[in-house]
């Protein structure tokens, strides 16, 4: 009897042929795609950073190694100059960026006449384009009918002044209509995070005597702890890698002093056809951002209870 049973459980659980490839079969589509979108061109860039590949001097095309990663260390004053702008531009968008968006997430996130139309306006910024951000800041800085004029007026400025043109303002100019464009992204994200923040925990500590501030530090941002560090890495990244805003704000200039080292790569790769060596610096950019990404969210401890 016992037998009986055990071989009529077996014929049971009996897989028909090929049943096991079913889940390989059914995931393969989704895998080929990431392949073709993602791995082959990450291993192209690899192939091309080791290769001399100019399309305007074929004669010089070949396996280089690792010259090319030479000349950028050693050889290249611009790579270290665009990569030090990068850190910079990071460091001051993103830093700005978190201070404004928490701030207007937590206005938006109080109950007054207006809210709804007050985190519309709050947003928009978000849904303009890079390039048409830009247009718009380009009439503001207009020295003629922009904002400029108008400071002139008053006697803050020079008439003439050319925010976008001057070294010693280009950089704050640039900063300041990023910030436009960038502060409702945190702004969205820390909000959807402030509602989700259990009333009763307010109601707790205001019961047990917690001040506004204390309430805020307490119960406020370790709540919004993973929101902050999530939104603050996928910014870094994104600004890092920003191109759209800069290219046609500034071009990277006056003098190079704008220039990003994607806006580098761009230079090298698509204006001066030196693919290699474009592919080198990208290759650079993603070790740069991978190391950083690793080491930022371990340090930060996201996703640990607090």
């Given at each position: 009897m016992a037998i009986s049973t055990a071989s009529t459980a077996n014929r049971r659980i009996r897989r028909p042929r090929g049943a096991a490839r079913t889940p390989y079969l059914l995931i393969a589509p989704a895998v080929i795609a990431m392949v073709g979108f993602l791995v082959y061109p990450m291993a192209s860039v690899i192939y091309y950073s080791l290769q001399n590949y100019n399309v305007t001097k074929p004669w010089d095309n070949g396996f280089a190694g690792l010259d090319n990663f030479r000349r950028l260390l050693f050889e290249d004053p611009l790579f270290w100059q665009s990569l030090g702008f990068s850190v910079r531009w990071v460091g001051v968008e993103v830093g700005l960026q978190l201070v404004f968006g928490l701030v207007l997430a937590l206005i938006v996130n109080e109950t007054f006449v207006g809210r709804g139309l007050s985190r519309a306006l709050v947003f928009s910024p978000w849904a303009v384009s890079g390039v048409l951000t830009t247009g718009i800041w380009v009439l503001l800085y207009n020295p003629t009918t922009g904002v400029s004029r108008y400071l002139a007026d008053l006697g803050l400025i020079e008439y003439g002044a050319a925010p976008l043109a001057h070294p010693g303002t280009v950089f704050w100019a640039a900063v300041l209509a990023e910030l436009w464009r960038g502060v409702p992204f945190f702004a969205i994200l820390l909000l959807?995070?402030?509602?989700?923040?259990?009333?009763?925990?307010?109601?707790?500590?205001?019961?047990?005597?917690?001040?506004?501030?204390?309430?805020?530090?307490?119960?406020?941002?370790?709540?919004?702890?993973?929101?902050?560090?999530?939104?603050?890495?996928?910014?870094?990244?994104?600004?890092?890698?920003?191109?759209?805003?800069?290219?046609?704000?500034?071009?990277?200039?006056?003098?190079?002093?704008?220039?990003?080292?994607?806006?580098?790569?761009?230079?090298?790769?698509?204006?001066?056809?030196?693919?290699?060596?474009?592919?080198?610096?990208?290759?650079?950019?993603?070790?740069?951002?991978?190391?950083?990404?690793?080491?930022?969210?371990?340090?930060?401890?996201?996703?640990?209870?607090?």
């Open positions: 959807a995070d402030l509602q989700s923040i259990p009333g009763e925990l307010y109601e707790a500590a205001s019961v047990d005597g917690a001040s506004r501030r204390r309430r805020f530090l307490h119960v406020t941002l370790p709540h919004l702890k993973d929101a902050i560090i999530l939104s603050t890495l996928l910014r870094c990244v994104w600004e890092f890698n920003n191109v759209d805003l800069l290219y046609t704000l500034t071009g990277g200039g006056p003098a190079h002093a704008t220039t990003t080292l994607p806006l580098y790569v761009a230079s090298k790769a698509a204006q001066s056809h030196d693919f290699g060596y474009g592919s080198a610096l990208t290759t650079a950019a993603f070790l740069i951002l991978t190391f950083f990404s690793i080491a930022y969210l371990r340090l930060s401890k996201f996703g640990a209870k607090s």
